[in-house]
């Protein structure tokens, strides 16, 4: 790709930089079906509750890292499901966007949202929920699985 000259001349912040770009794309190798767990354990629950968002994240390690800190994480959102149902949107879905990955699902789904409060602290996570019925989700699909959520009202250009 660069020439041994050209990268000479990129100054050492720059190369530093560039590694850390390619190191944010370093979870694109986790394999997909592991991803789809980790997928299920952060967004699907059957008989989710909007009183139980803080039990739930608890039990369910979902946290964020920031600067190599446990936060709160801001939003998680429950698909009130079963696993199997959200992941045949992947065949079933509706492509979305450009982005190849992205589909739109067709079958609508209740969901559970829960969002940080504020002035919250980790590990003191404390969230309210609100319940949304009949939701279009949009995912993200690889190899077949879900593998990342990304919200119930993303606009499609389709
Ligand atoms: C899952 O899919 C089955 C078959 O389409 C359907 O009968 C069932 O109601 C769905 N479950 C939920 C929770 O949406």
């Not at 980790?122 to 989700?137: A, D, Q, V």
Request: hydrophobic share 35%; aromatic share 8%.
């Amino acid at each position: 790709m660069f020439s041994f000259q050209t990268l000479q001349k990129i100054p050492v912040v720059c190369l530093m930089l560039m590694l850390l770009a390619a190191c944010a794309l370093c979870d694109v190798d986790i394999h997909p079906h592991d991803q789809w767990l980790s997928f299920q354990k952060k967004h699907i629950k059957k008989d989710m509750e909007i009183k139980r968002c803080d039990a739930e994240i608890k039990k369910r390690s979902i946290f964020e890292m920031k600067e190599k800190v446990k936060v709160c994480k801001p939003v998680n959102t429950f698909i009130l499901s079963e696993a199997s149902n959200v992941s045949s949107v992947c065949e079933s879905g509706e492509k979305c966007g450009e982005d190849g990955n992205l589909i739109k699902s067709k079958t609508r789904f209740d969901i559970v949202v829960c969002r940080l409060n504020k002035n919250c602290k980790y590990p003191e996570c404390k969230y309210t929920g609100r319940k949304l019925t009949k939701k279009i989700i949009i995912i993200d699909c690889k190899g077949g699985y879900p593998v990342h959520y990304n919200g119930n009202n993303y606009y499609c250009n389709n």
